[in-house]
Nanobody, 121 residues
Framework: QLVESGGGSVQAGGSLGLSCSAS????????LGWFRQAPGKEREGVAR????????YYADSVNGRFTISQGNAENTVYLQMNNLQPEDTAVYYC?????????????????WGQGTQVTVS
């Protein structure tokens, strides 16, 4: 129901953009966000936006480098990633919720994408 696109490989200091769109979900989702999971590590929240008021929140590790934004189409979200570092290498997942969800709690998110690989060397 959530389909990500973008990602790929980039050298340290480079930029990448991810996009995500929801299909088959009725109504406007309240929260749209991104998580990531590196090999051998737990999934961690990266950023989220509340569609009702545009409020954004970022993990400390990406604050100032990543930007989350809503698309013009309903239930669409983007993640612009700048100054990427090797520690940003992970599978990135789009997430969505009908409620005001938190990136510090994966259980507050109802919908998940399949993930897209981001590799920084």
């Amino acid at each position: 129901q959530l389909v990500e696109s973008g990602g790929g490989s980039v050298q340290a200091g480079g930029s990448l953009g991810l996009s995500c769109s929801a299909s088959g979900i009725a109504g406007t989702l309240t929260s749209l966000g991104w998580f990531r999971q590196a090999p051998g590590k737990e999934r961690e929240g990266v950023a989220r936006v509340y569609t009702t008021d545009g409020d954004t929140y970022y993990a400390d590790s990406v604050n100032g480098r990543f930007t989350i934004s809503q698309g013009n189409a309903e239930n669409t979200v983007y993640l612009q990633m700048n100054n990427l570092q090797p520690e940003d290498t992970a599978v990135y997942y789009c997430a969505a919720s009908d409620l005001r969800a938190s990136i510090h709690s994966a259980s507050t998110w109802s919908y998940w994408g399949q993930g897209t690989q981001v590799t920084v060397s």
